[in-house]
């Protein structure tokens, strides 16, 4: 096999899980959760707000050691190269998710509507 066609490769591989998987699912507030919607109308998942402990971004390497080590943590990830954002529900399971906006999907009410109920959890840097 060439070096360019495993450039070529790798490139292709690289936008389509960069630009092509926000296509197929992506997160937004939904009544009171965080949802992943499949196509931007399923609902293939969601997060009560009441349910969530805390917020935080994850370094790199935290979300690349996570994924090694990955009991505790369910990845859904849809952009390889974007702010990692563990979403710490109650009882200890960490949700991995890649919001467009990283961290700030959460504090933007102009783009993501407030959530009714309880007051929300701390975002920490």
Do not use: C
């Not at 992943?36 to 935080?56: C, G, H, L, M, T």
């Not at 949700?95 to 009410?109: D, Y």
């Amino acid at each position: 096999m060439s070096p360019i066609a495993i450039i070529v490769f790798l490139i292709l591989v690289f936008l389509m899980g960069q630009f092509l998987r926000p296509l197929f699912y992506d997160y937004r507030m939904d009544k009171g959760a965080i949802a992943v919607v499949a196509f931007r109308n399923w609902v293939i998942y969601k997060v009560p707000v009441e349910d969530i402990v805390q917020i935080r971004r994850l370094t790199f390497l935290e979300a690349v050691t996570g994924w090694t080590l990955p009991w505790g943590t369910l990845y859904i990830v849809n952009r390889l190269f974007a702010d990692y954002v563990a979403v710490v529900r109650r009882g200890g399971r960490t949700i991995v998710i890649t919001p467009a906006t990283g961290v700030a999907f959460f504090e933007e009410p102009g783009v993501h509507p407030r959530v009714p109920g309880p007051p929300r959890p701390p975002v920490s840097p």
